[in-house]
């Protein structure tokens, strides 16, 4: 229109916005199929929490709070007479309230909290992982809570989520049998792929198959295994198991440290 | 200056059972003796039985009424048959959560020290209407 001085006039040809966006890393770079990333450990660093501890393995930050034990709701018996020899033992033994769950800052999309079936799998997880390592035996008739908060998904969240669990109940002063370590493994898709220790997000969402392994160290006893996605023949999985174990036990010294530190600094505060 | 303190960690393998017998903080499995706490290792030198390994933290956590331990109990509900409680403290330490506990009208005794296990029957429980604290070895 001549002389329209009230539009602001844009300009005649319009392009599409992708040819200015910018590039997405096309596929990961290439790296050694058993790197660990390093990891930095922290416990007893929650004051109100009976113990927690902070796991950071590259990307992912994960947050662990242990509360208890505390009196088992669901039903407590009145005390019979001591030889009452009917009651099963499993009656009396502890219980793990394990809860997982993903910051809505986590991820690249935001998420709202109610998580779904996805969180819910994970904590069932994390429970099955840690019952095997604690004495729930010698906490009869309550139940531990333990909370975990992803704060950022940088790739194999649930084994930082179940170390830090360990870290946090140890800190806690749970009796256990032995600490549990975690590690994440995923395979990209193709032909015939490797194995990756510890993948990161871009390696774990392009991959075709997933696996994370929960082990005891000292005992050297699998805690926990779940696995995904569709993999190839069996001796890849016997294969990535194998790896994963591995890569659990180059990791137990750093959180053997990491409590030994919380214990001294635990004692050096307990006087004042 | 006290000894340098050995910290230790759930599953560390502490020693043999021939060096050692276990104590609190601790579990035996394939003849040696693990940790089970995160905390400083002691060794209490008998003399002659063999040293006892333990575990401990300071804070008191494994405060749990077992089995015949002497609790401090305040009940909170009265029924012709129980009396229902809370258990506050064990031995003299304070609980922070507490626990609850059932008091059967035949298992009460007032009693001061002892530690049975089990009761001998005695006649009905008479309680004030006011809820008193009440002292006994009760089971939870």
């Known amino acids: 229109m001549p002389g329209d001085h009230r539009r602001i006039r844009g300009p005649e040809e319009s392009?599409?916005?992708?040819?200015?966006?910018?590039?997405?890393?096309e596929a990961p770079a290439a790296r050694d199929p058993t790197r660990l990333r390093p990891?930095?450990?922290?416990?007893?660093?929650?004051?109100?929490?009976?113990?927690?501890?902070?796991?950071?393995?590259g990307g992912t930050k994960v947050l662990c709070a242990v509360s208890g034990p505390r009196q088992a709701e669901g039903g407590e018996r009145g005390g019979g007479p001591a030889g009452a020899g009917g009651?099963?033992?499993?009656?009396?033994?502890?219980?793990l309230l394990c809860d997982f769950r993903r910051a809505p800052f986590a991820g690249r999309r935001r998420r709202a909290p109610p998580g779904g079936g996805?969180?819910?799998?994970?904590?069932?997880?994390?429970?099955?992982?840690?019952?095997?390592?604690?004495?729930?035996?010698?906490?009869?008739?309550a139940q531990l809570e333990v909370s975990a908060l992803l704060l950022e998904d940088g790739g194999s969240a649930l084994a930082a989520a179940l170390t830090a669990a360990a870290l946090a109940l140890a800190d806690a002063g749970v009796e256990m049998y032995d600490l549990?370590?975690?590690?994440?493994?995923?395979?990209a898709p193709g032909p015939a792929p490797t194995w990756l220790l510890d993948p990161t997000r871009l390696e774990e969402e392009r991959a075709a198959a997933g696996l994370t392994v929960a082990l005891m160290p000292v005992l050297n006893q699998v805690a926990g295994l779940l696995g995904s996605g569709e993999g190839g023949p069996t001796e890849s999985w016997a294969e990535a198991v194998r790896l994963g174990l591995e890569g659990c036990q180059r990791l137990y010294p750093v959180l053997q440290q990491c409590l030994v530190r919380a214990a001294r600094r635990r004692d050096a505060a307990a006087p004042l | 200056m006290a000894p340098p303190v050995r910290y230790c960690v759930p599953g560390e393998r502490l020693c043999n059972l021939e060096e050692g017998s276990p104590g609190s903080g601790t579990y035996t499995r394939h003849g040696y003796i693990f940790s089970s706490l995160a905390g400083c290792l002691t060794k209490s030198s008998e003399n002659g039985a063999l040293p006892v390994v333990s575990v401990m933290r300071e804070t008191e956590s494994q405060l749990l009424p077992d089995v015949g331990a002497i609790v401090t109990c305040k009940?909170?509900?009265?029924?012709?048959?129980?009396?229902?409680?809370?258990?506050?403290?064990?031995?003299?330490?304070?609980?922070?959560?507490?626990?609850?506990?059932?008091?059967?009208?035949?298992?009460?005794?007032?009693?001061?020290?002892?530690?049975?296990?089990?009761?001998?029957?005695?006649?009905?429980?008479?309680?004030?209407?006011l809820r008193p604290t009440l002292k006994n070895s009760g089971k939870w």
């Open chain 1, 118 to 141: 996805e969180e819910r799998e994970l904590a069932l997880a994390l429970q099955e992982a840690l019952e095997p390592a604690v004495r729930l035996g010698r906490y009869p008739r």
């Open chain 2, 75 to 129: 009940v909170s509900s009265i029924n012709s048959r129980f009396a229902k409680v809370h258990i506050l403290y064990v031995g003299s330490t304070p609980l922070k959560n507490s626990f609850r506990g059932t008091i059967r009208k035949e298992d009460v005794r007032a009693t001061e020290k002892d530690k049975v296990s089990r009761w001998c029957p005695s006649a009905g429980v008479r309680c004030s209407a």
């Open chain 1, 15 to 25: 392009q599409p916005p992708q040819l200015y966006a910018a590039d997405e890393e």
């Open chain 1, 39 to 57: 990891v930095y450990a922290r416990a007893g660093l929650l004051s109100q929490a009976k113990g927690s501890a902070y796991l950071e393995a």
């Open chain 1, 87 to 95: 009651e099963a033992p499993a009656a009396l033994r502890g219980r």
């Open chain 1, 180 to 187: 549990v370590v975690g590690c994440g493994l995923s395979r």
